[in-house]
């Protein structure tokens, strides 16, 4: 029985998977039902976004249709990285372009790319084009584009469009949003003109749909546009909502899908937004797509924090989009489709969205994933774990991400592994992270662990302290130490005292607290606690010494948190202060000129970071040579290092 055309317009066609001709009980029937976009078949509704290199591997991963990273418009005037950055269709650039065609090939996949023009924020030899002329903040002159200029850009995207066709691409992803060129036009927020291309929507549209004419020239009539925009800008002055579903209905007859992001990548009040942080809720874009999916007839699609498949599914089966698009999601698992299409969804190593693999994020300090140890490693990192050719016998002492990381990978090296946890369950400090408000991703990663843990022949022994004579005891081939950190107690006098308390005993006694909360340390841990308790009506003030909040957390993080607290009144900031003395409920604090704060509280939360079990780690050296200590027994640190030291572990035995 063939399957059925639901709804078939002419360039659009979405198919449900005939459920007879296979066996067994299947999930997300509707995220794997294909579709047909303007000729182009894409086996489920699943698109991996433009982040990242590993191409190849998202669609080896199951992905339908990979957007092979972007191409610059304009040579020399549109780059976000370097004004020399090369048009990737010169002469003797066209064979690198055509592998990321070929690589997406390989993987079963259809093979996009994004067109790209930074337009007044692009990094440029000379000048810099946009909707009007100003001098930016770096002195760089920006050119308001007269009728010439915009021929000159017209024939520019038509040129780079051909050469996608010709390099053997399947379909071509325009950037229409995050404040790029196009955007630029149709936002007030950087349209000044009182021309015919300023003012009302119809003329700030223009130039926009002039490129989309063009673009549809160039390519024909026969072969799949796809369009990305974002509904809201996030900043005053940008572009109402209202204004970007009209102009998808004056796109709909050049473009053959709309992707709905939000968002501008270049100012971080707004960036904060197009990649969100675990303090934003899931699918943050899907209400706006939503709303763009009933005002056009093209498949729609979005984009943002669609973390689980179920989310997807369900984002489908509600007929809100018919489209999802996986960024992140795809950098900490790139076979995040194949283990959905698979019924193996817990096997999904899950996004944080802690940024560390978003340049703008780290401003390209230790970038990488804290899920995945082969992201921005892949030169010595391999894709998939080689059986060892003598099995031995490992034990690894500490379950937190860490040492669970190092368990899993060593057995599906082939050794035999002991796992040693002196506490009743696994996790480490995940545990505590997980029970807190905004940390849904770091509970779906513990219940990962766990449950891959449970999955493999490992011998678990909980409620075991690992001492020097019972390691011994266990006759190891290797050891590695994962014992973690504790949390650190600074010497405040009257910290002993009543009603003050550590982070980890906050987390689990949180019901518990009182109205007034003093947080001593504005580090991450200690602003999620001040904004949970916030959150729940009470009035919290935190106490920082140094001069600005979440030090040890990227740039992006910081200014979502900004804004959060920024949401919340009763949250108090003193950063360059610190605390001299606690006693009878009030706190005694310094500020940094000498004046004297005096802070009256019902419970204190002790947040001033964590001291490595240095010396328990020492202890269990000299048993075997082959010993290592990682994560944060030898420094504290963070997720990502933990886990990429615990998986490089495994590879070395």
Not at 155 to 182: E, Q
Not at 547 to 552: E, F, K, R, S, T
Request: charged share 25%; aromatic share 6%.
């Amino acid at each position: 029985m063939p399957a059925e055309a639901v709804y078939a317009p002419d360039k659009f066609v979405a198919y449900e998977l005939d459920a007879s001709k296979r066996g067994g009980s299947w999930m997300f029937d509707h995220l794997f039902a294909p579709i047909t976009i303007n000729g182009m078949t894409l086996k489920n509704r699943i698109v991996a976004a433009p982040t990242g290199d590993l191409y190849e591997e998202k669609a080896l991963g199951g992905a339908a249709l990979v957007i092979a990273g972007h191409v610059i418009v304009e040579p020399g005037r549109s780059s976000f990285a370097s004004g020399d950055e090369p048009w990737p269709f010169e002469k003797y650039e066209r064979e690198a372009t055509h592998e990321r065609v070929m690589g997406v090939h390989r993987g079963g996949a259809r093979a996009s790319v994004e067109i790209f023009h930074g337009g007044l924020h692009a990094r440029m030899k000379d000048y810099a084009k946009g909707p009007c002329s100003y001098t930016r903040e770096d002195g760089v002159e920006v050119r308001g584009m007269d009728e010439a200029m915009m021929q000159e850009t017209l024939d520019w995207y038509a040129k780079t469009c051909s050469g996608a066709v010709k390099a053997g691409f399947d379909s071509i992803f325009l950037h229409f949003g995050h404040g790029w060129l196009p955007a630029q036009f149709l936002s007030p927020l950087y349209n000044h003109r009182t021309d015919e291309y300023g003012g009302s929507l119809e003329n700030r549209a223009k130039f926009p749909l002039r490129i989309l004419e063009i673009v549809r020239k160039t390519v024909g009539p026969r072969y799949p546009v796809a369009m990305r925009i974002s509904a809201s800008e996030w900043v005053p002055g940008g572009i109402a909502f209202e204004d970007v579903v009209e102009f998808c209905k004056m796109a709909e007859p050049y473009v053959d899908a709309i992707q709905i992001s939000s968002g501008i990548d270049v100012n971080k009040v707004a960036n904060v937004h197009t990649v969100t942080s675990n303090l934003e809720e899931e699918m943050p874009n899907l209400k706006w797509a939503r709303e763009v999916k009933r005002a056009v007839k093209v498949p729609v699609g979005v984009v943002g924090g669609v973390l689980t498949p179920q989310m997807a599914e369900d984002a489908i089966a509600a007929g809100d989009v018919d489209i999802v698009a996986l960024g992140r999601e795809l950098i900490a698992d790139p076979e995040w489709a194949k283990k959905a299409e698979e019924n193996r969804p817990e096997d999904i190593s899950p996004c944080l969205r802690c940024s560390n693999c978003y340049h703008i994020a780290s401003d390209h300090w230790n970038v990488g994933c804290s899920v995945n140890p082969r992201y921005h490693h892949e030169t010595f990192v391999p894709a998939k774990i080689e059986q060892a050719e003598e099995p031995k016998r490992v034990v690894v002492v500490g379950a937190g991400p860490g040492g669970l990381k190092a368990a899993i990978s060593a057995c599906d090296r082939g050794h035999k592994v002991i796992l040693i946890e002196r506490e009743q369950e696994l996790g480490g400090m995940l545990r505590f992270i997980a029970k807190e408000p905004h940390k849904a991703e770091a509970a779906r990663l513990l219940e990962h662990y766990r449950i891959q843990i449970a999955k493999r022949d490992i011998d678990v022994r909980l409620g075991c302290e690992a001492t020097p004579e019972l390691v011994k005891s266990l006759e190891p081939d290797a050891l590695c130490i994962a014992i973690g950190a504790t949390e650190r107690v600074p010497r405040i006098e009257g910290l002993e005292g009543p009603h003050v308390m550590v982070g980890t005993q906050a987390i689990l006694h949180e019901n518990e607290l009182g109205q007034r909360v003093v947080i001593l340390g504005g580090g991450s841990i200690g602003c999620e606690l001040a904004l949970a308790s916030a959150e729940r009506g009470r009035d919290v003030t935190v106490v920082e010494m140094c001069d600005h909040l979440a030090g040890n957390a990227n740039s992006l993080y910081q200014e979502a948190l900004r804004q959060k607290f920024e949401l919340h009144p009763n949250i108090q900031v003193l950063t360059s202060c610190s605390c001299q003395k606690v006693a009878e409920g009030v706190a005694r604090c310094t500020m940094a000129d000498g004046t004297a704060r005096v802070i009256p509280f019902d419970d204190m939360v002790i947040s001033t970071g964590m001291a490595a079990r240095s010396k328990e780690a020492e202890a269990l050296y000299g048993i075997v040579r082959n010993t290592v200590a990682i994560g944060d027994c030898t420094r504290p640190s963070n997720i990502m290092n933990a886990v990429f030291e615990g998986h490089s572990f495994a590879l070395c035995m």
